[in-house]
Nanobody, 125 residues
Framework: QVRLVESGGGTVQAGGSLRLSCAASGRSSSNAYMGWFRQGPGKEREFVATISGSGGSRDYAASVKGRFTINRDHAKNTVYLEMNSLNVEDTALYYC??????????????????WGQGTQVTVSS
């Protein structure tokens, strides 16, 4: 079992930056992906970014590519989402997620086994 705890959300003005953190406890497969999804007001949960177990492979949604960066620190068992040039469309509840074992359809929330409680990001204009 893996427990995920997110932090770092908050309110920021458009054009600003935030860094989300996700601390994982427990064990999963060494090549399992960890990632971030978000759910905005009145919207469905959508893929944001993911990173492979080794950290060598990353993928981003088109809407955040070039603005967001995902990284992981194996020593701390933590995944980070660095968010820059935020705009009001980025306002959402951001969820950290992890796989128990590697599944390569990683843009699908069904590919993940564990979810955090979410951290709110609000971008004001």
């Amino acid at each position: 079992q893996v427990r995920l705890v997110e932090s770092g959300g908050g309110t920021v003005q458009a054009g600003g930056s935030l860094r989300l953190s996700c601390a994982a406890s427990g064990r999963s497969s060494s090549n399992a992906y960890m990632g971030w999804f978000r759910q905005g007001p009145g919207k469905e949960r959508e893929f944001v970014a993911t990173i492979s177990g080794s950290g060598g492979s990353r993928d981003y949604a088109a809407s955040v590519k070039g603005r967001f960066t995902i990284n992981r620190d194996h020593a701390k068992n933590t995944v980070y989402l660095e968010m820059n040039s935020l705009n009001v469309e980025d306002t959402a509840l951001y969820y950290c997620t992890a796989q128990a074992q590697a599944r390569y359809y990683y843009r699908d929330p069904g590919a993940y086994d564990y979810w955090g409680q979410g951290t709110q990001v609000t971008v004001s204009s």
